[in-house]
């Protein structure tokens, strides 16, 4: 009984915390309608001054930073200045967005680099912003945000669907 008193308490802190600074931790812009297949495709095809990863993770639909400790710091990074873990949790678990490390999808889509990269770049029509398309994010940084995700699995590592 306790722990479970602890845990709604400090749910709520967090919230209330989140609710206080809407202003600087809301993304301004609303959220993107799904991609077109068109746009995915365009921003999916590699161009000149594409960064390395960038463009091995177009040729391949793998990303380059997956368990690089170095991506994945600086995902951590990204993903605190962006507000992601004000959203999904400090680890990710879950708080006004989803859970991202048990595996169980909204879109099914996330379960994929490729599909992830769409999710972060275009948004949702249901509470994620477009930070690709808005320029929030770089698509080098996109890549590294998602090695930071795929870090917080802790899911069955049977069940991964992104080696
Ligand atoms: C304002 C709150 C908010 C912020 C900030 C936010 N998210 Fe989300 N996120 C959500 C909500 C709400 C959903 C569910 C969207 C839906 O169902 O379409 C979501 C969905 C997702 C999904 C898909 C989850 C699934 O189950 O398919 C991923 C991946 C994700 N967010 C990652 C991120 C990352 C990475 C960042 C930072 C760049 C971020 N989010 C920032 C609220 C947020």
């Known amino acids: 009984m306790v722990p479970l008193i602890l845990l709604v308490a400090m749910a709520a802190g967090s919230v209330a915390g989140v609710s206080g600074q809407t202003a600087t931790t809301e993304p301004s812009q609303p959220a993107a309608p799904p991609a077109p297949a068109a746009d995915l495709a365009a921003v999916l095809t590699p161009k000149t001054g594409d960064a390395p990863a960038v463009r091995q993770f177009k040729e391949s639909g793998r990303?380059?930073?997956?368990?690089?400790?170095?991506?994945?710091?600086?995902?951590?990074?990204?993903?605190?200045?962006?507000?992601?873990?004000?959203?999904?949790?400090?680890?990710?678990?879950?708080?006004?967005?989803?859970?991202?490390?048990?595996?169980?999808?909204?879109?099914?889509?996330?379960g994929t680099d490729k599909g992830m990269f769409e999710t972060l770049y275009f948004g949702t029509s249901a509470g994620m912003a477009a930070w690709g398309k808005s320029g929030s994010l770089t698509e080098d940084e996109i890549l590294k945000v998602i090695a930071f995700v795929r870090s917080k699995y802790r899911g069955d590592p049977k069940s991964i669907t992104w080696e």
């Open 63 to 110: 990303n380059p930073y997956y368990q690089d400790p170095k991506a994945i710091a600086d995902g951590f990074r990204l993903a605190r200045a962006s507000a992601c873990t004000h959203c999904h949790g400090e680890s990710l678990g879950g708080l006004i967005g989803p859970s991202l490390t048990n595996g169980n999808w909204r879109h099914v889509r996330n």
